[in-house]
DNA sequence: TAGAGCCTGCGG
DNA sequence: CCGCAGGCTCTA
């Protein structure tokens, strides 16, 4: 089993661990500089600009992408965890880990430190407020499904759209925003429909049990999410409690773990990806 | 719209 | 020691 990836749960936890930040002031920045995604330079000068000397007012969160707002500025800073990132509120004295590539340092010797050994996440800078969704990343991102209310006709009708299968539809990010990989597969095992299902193909109540399992599911990792932050230094620590609450993810070849099911857990590729379903309860 | 590419760690 | 892991962007 591996270590939780960051999704919409895991994104939550980290902005509720960078609460305590609220109300200081950043007093530098620091950059590796070495590229992150898509091997593009970190703008130095443009988190300088959003972020020195001013108090740090805000952490925000919308889908994977985390927003650090600042009082008195037209700009903020946007984060995104990519694959391995990691986004920790220090204090000064804390050694390094490796592959760190951006620090905020603040006011009461603290730092708040962007690692990412792979380099997928990126930190950016965006306008701020209203003005936000000019930031190429945030411009066509979708619903966020534990922020806002999300019906399972606004899915329905996003279902309907596409010839696209149904697990391709819960990754865009254009319609759900935070839903990944892991959280995908689980929810459409809760809502006993097949990932290869083609998304016009799913009734009105089946969207709605799919709209139900991805809230529950993104729910139920998120208060599990606040346990597996505390035990991250202790790196075992996540892998048992991951391995505990996922249900078909990573568990191809094993048992079906719905009640009487008693089929075996199938692992296909879908858009180059492991999706892990049960076939004999996830309806096709 | 499908597929390549980006990247490092780690499992086989 | 090769190849897989995967979120997102770009290209054909």
Redesign the pocket.
């Known amino acids: 089993m591996?270590a939780a990836?960051?999704?919409l749960p895991e994104v939550e936890t980290v902005r509720r661990t960078l609460e305590p930040a609220v109300g200081r002031r950043v007093l530098g920045v620091w950059t590796s500089g070495?590229?992150?995604?898509?091997?593009?330079p970190v703008d130095r000068i443009g988190l300088e600009r959003a972020a020195v000397g001013a108090v740090l007012g805000a952490v925000r969160r919308h889908?994977?992408?985390l927003m650090l707002e600042f009082e008195d500025r037209g700009e903020l800073v946007l984060v995104?965890?990519?694959?391995?990132g990691r986004l920790r509120l220090v204090q000064l004295r804390e050694p390094e880990v490796?592959?760190t590539h951006v620090v905020f340092a603040l006011d009461g010797a603290r730092q708040i430190r962007f690692s990412d050994?792979?380099?997928?996440g990126?930190v950016d800078v965006a306008p701020s407020g209203a003005r936000m969704r000019e930031h190429?990343?945030l411009a066509?991102l979708g619903r966020d499904p534990l922020l806002e209310r999300v019906g399972g006709s606004f899915l329905h009708e996003a279902l309907r759209r596409?010839?696209?299968v149904v697990k391709?539809i819960l990754?865009d990010?254009r319609i759900l925003?935070?839903v990944?990989?892991?959280y995908?597969c689980e929810a459409l095992w809760l809502a006993r429909i097949a990932p290869t299902v083609r998304g016009h193909k799913l009734s009105r109540a089946q969207s709605d049990e799919l709209m139900r399992a991805v809230r529950a599911v993104l729910r139920r990792a998120l208060t599990r999410g606040g346990t597996s932050l505390r035990d991250f230094v202790d790196?075992d620590g996540i892998e048992g409690e991951n391995a505990e609450y996922l249900r078909v993810?990573?568990r191809e070849g094993e048992p079906c773990l719905r009640r009487g099911c008693g089929g075996t857990i199938r692992?296909v590729?879908i858009?180059?990806?492991?999706?892990f379903y049960c076939p004999r309860c996830q309806r096709r």
């Open positions: 591996e990836l960051p999704e070495l590229p992150l995604r898509m091997s593009r889908g994977k992408y995104h965890l990519g694959m391995s490796p592959h050994p792979r380099r997928f990126f190429p990343a066509g596409s010839r696209q391709t990754l990010q925003a935070g990944g990989n892991i995908a790196a993810y990573g692992r590729v858009q180059g990806r492991s999706t």
